[in-house]
């Protein structure tokens, strides 16, 4: 039995203070969402609901599940985030497995070519009429492809394999005669899995939450991701209000409409977010074990 002093006594329970402190203020607005969610706007824009739903109504969720833009948005989403996460990982992990064998000629300069693109990008207007030229406006690929590998994904992924895969195991694989592509799928990949779940969450959060590129390269409504359908909502909703204080003969119409997309708002919230709140915990053990990944080990 350890014999703990004042001291460590004390200390315990400034730390369990702190760690439940904490915990209230990451939860409280997931908590506060999911509340104002099932609850009147009434009550939610007069701030009488503060933690606990009141006037519970599920009129949101129905009106989201309901209208067929928010799952034609969900179904696109879902379709950029796995074929997103799997265009960014066929491209990131081979490049960084390549920058981080000794053998390949050029590799600091190329390096030092990607770290460059870190600090300076041709722009949007560039990156526009380059899409433009290349013929991918309103089409998937205006998503996908730009898109196709992180310059500080790439240079972590690097480290990962220079402090992991061990140059002894590559050179005893290759005295048994084993080629550069069959060493990278069997032997490097499997050993790499805390990254591949850290780089595919990371990847997946991006392309799950992105809608910038969306505004600017897609026009057609079939192919927008859902929080494109969000924004609308949200810009939708702020119009409602400033032609609600502006008065007109549609007043009582306006105040329903406003009512309605508080409503939707929190609900599409909630229903976007969750997803990635499901997904999480089945890589979260990859991710605690990933999360030095790209730190100095000595």
């Given at each position: 039995?350890?014999?703990?002093?004042?001291?460590?006594?004390?200390?315990?329970?400034?730390?369990?203070?702190?760690?439940?402190?904490?915990?209230?203020?990451?939860?409280?607005?997931?908590?506060?969402?999911?509340?104002?969610?099932?609850?009147?706007?009434?009550?939610?824009?007069?701030?009488?609901?503060?933690?606990?739903?009141?006037?519970?109504?599920?009129?949101?969720?129905?009106?989201?599940?309901?209208?067929?833009?928010?799952?034609?948005?969900?179904?696109?989403?879902?379709?950029y985030t796995v074929a997103g996460v799997l265009?960014?990982?066929?491209?990131?992990?081979?490049?960084?497995?390549?920058?981080?064998?000794?053998?390949?000629?050029?590799?600091?300069?190329?390096?030092?070519?990607?770290?460059?693109?870190?600090?300076?990008?041709?722009?949007?207007?560039?990156?526009y009429l380059l899409v433009k030229d290349l013929?991918?406006?309103?089409?998937?690929?205006?998503?996908?492809?730009?898109?196709?590998?992180?310059?500080?994904?790439?240079?972590?992924?690097?480290?990962?394999?220079?402090?992991?895969?061990?140059?002894?195991?590559?050179?005893?694989?290759?005295?048994?005669?084993?080629?550069?592509?069959?060493?990278?799928?069997?032997?490097?990949?499997?050993?790499?899995?805390?990254?591949?779940?850290?780089?595919?969450?990371?990847?997946?959060?991006?392309?799950?939450?992105?809608?910038?590129?969306?505004?600017?390269?897609?026009?057609?409504?079939?192919?927008?991701?859902?929080?494109?359908?969000?924004?609308?909502?949200?810009?939708?909703?702020?119009?409602?209000?400033?032609?609600?204080?502006?008065?007109?003969?549609?007043?009582?119409?306006?105040?329903?409409?406003?009512?309605?997309?508080?409503?939707?708002?929190?609900?599409?919230?909630?229903?976007?977010?969750?997803?990635l709140i499901v997904v999480y915990p089945f890589?979260?053990?990859?991710?605690?074990?990933?999360?030095?990944?790209?730190?100095?080990?000595?």
């Amino acid at each position: 039995m350890i014999r703990h002093t004042f001291g460590d006594r004390v200390f315990q329970a400034m730390n369990s203070g702190f760690l439940a402190l904490l915990s209230i203020v990451v939860l409280y607005p997931l908590l506060y969402i999911i509340s104002a969610s099932i609850s009147d706007p009434t009550y939610v824009n007069s701030g009488q609901m503060w933690l606990w739903p009141k006037g519970l109504t599920f009129e949101g969720y129905e009106r989201v599940f309901r209208n067929p833009d928010i799952w034609r948005g969900y179904f696109n989403s879902a379709f950029y985030t796995v074929a997103g996460v799997l265009i960014n990982l066929a491209v990131t992990l081979p490049c960084a497995y390549a920058l981080a064998r000794t053998g390949l000629p050029g590799r600091k300069p190329i390096a030092l070519f990607i770290i460059f693109t870190m600090f300076f990008s041709g722009g949007l207007i560039p990156n526009y009429l380059l899409v433009k030229d290349l013929g991918m406006v309103n089409t998937y690929w205006a998503l996908l492809l730009p898109a196709a590998a992180s310059a500080i994904n790439i240079i972590v992924s690097r480290t990962f394999f220079q402090s992991n895969i061990s140059r002894e195991m590559e050179e005893a694989a290759a005295i048994d005669g084993c080629s550069d592509f069959r060493m990278f799928f069997v032997i490097v990949l499997p050993l790499s899995k805390a990254l591949i779940a850290v780089m595919a969450l990371f990847y997946g959060v991006g392309h799950w939450n992105q809608y910038f590129g969306a505004l600017i390269y897609l026009s057609d409504r079939d192919m927008f991701p859902l929080q494109l359908f969000l924004r609308e909502i949200l810009v939708q909703q702020e119009i409602a209000s400033q032609m609600l204080m502006n008065g007109g003969d549609v007043e009582v119409l306006m105040a329903e409409q406003t009512r309605i997309a508080e409503l939707i708002k929190y609900a599409v919230m909630i229903v976007a977010a969750l997803p990635l709140i499901v997904v999480y915990p089945f890589v979260q053990r990859h991710f605690v074990q990933g999360v030095m990944i790209g730190s100095v080990k000595g």
